[in-house]
Each structure stands twice: as C-alpha cells, then as structure tokens.
C-alpha cells in the first residue's frame, strides 16, 4: 500500500531540486527563456505537493479516499507531462509539442479540482487535532 501523503512530500523534493537547479542554471548562463518550466515545477511540483501531503499525512482519511489515489495519480502523470513538454518546446523550439503540453496541463489541472472535491467532502471539524 503506497502511503500518500509521505510519498508526496518524497516525490515534492525531487521537484524542488529540478526547480532549484533549473533556476540555477539560468542565473548562471543569463539566459531566463525556462522560467515557466522553473515556476510551474517549484508551484505544483514542490509547492503543492508538499502541501497536499502534509493534509493527507495529517487526514488519513483524506488519503484513504477514492479521490486521494485519483488525485495523486493524475497529479504525478500530468505533471511530468507538462513540464518535459514545456522544457523540450521551450529549448528546442518545437511547437508540435502543444499537445502534450495541453494533455499534461489537462491531467494536472483534474488532478487538482479533484484534491480541492476531496478536501470539501472528507475533512469534517470533528477531524481537527
């Protein structure tokens, strides 16, 4: 059984060191044309992740919810997607891959409307500390 929330906060580290090391890279050489891979990476990557995370860490039940695994899943497939689209369209000028870029954004963007339903229908009052 994968433990979400500590799985996410895991998988949040790796965004944060491509996020930092992107951003890096591009005061090193001058060159800032990957801010939006360097933004999109640190925001639903490091951010939100850990953030999503520590709920699920803290609400069991939040994680224990259909819409917990459906989140993780497309969050952590979109996500990918959109970011390795972003980057290669960005450094190698190819267009072509809007579609995957949109796919990406679609699945994470689902992701997320998916995290928000499930915060709003399974974190009670009676679960606060």
Partial sequence: ???IGKTL????????VIGTLIGY????VHNYD???VHVHINLLGWTALTLAGILYHLFPKLAAAKLGKIHFW???IGLPLMMAGLFLMIAFQ?????TVIAGGATLTTAGVLIFALNVWM?????DAA
């Fill in 74 to 76: 497309l969050h952590n």
């Fill in 25 to 28: 890279y591009m005061s090193i």
């Fill in 122 to 126: 399974h974190l009670n009052e009676e």
């Fill in 9 to 16: 906060i895991k998988i949040s580290t790796v965004y944060f």
């Fill in 1 to 3: 059984m994968i433990l």
């Fill in 94 to 98: 190819l267009e072509s891959l809007t």
């Fill in 34 to 36: 990957l801010t939006p």
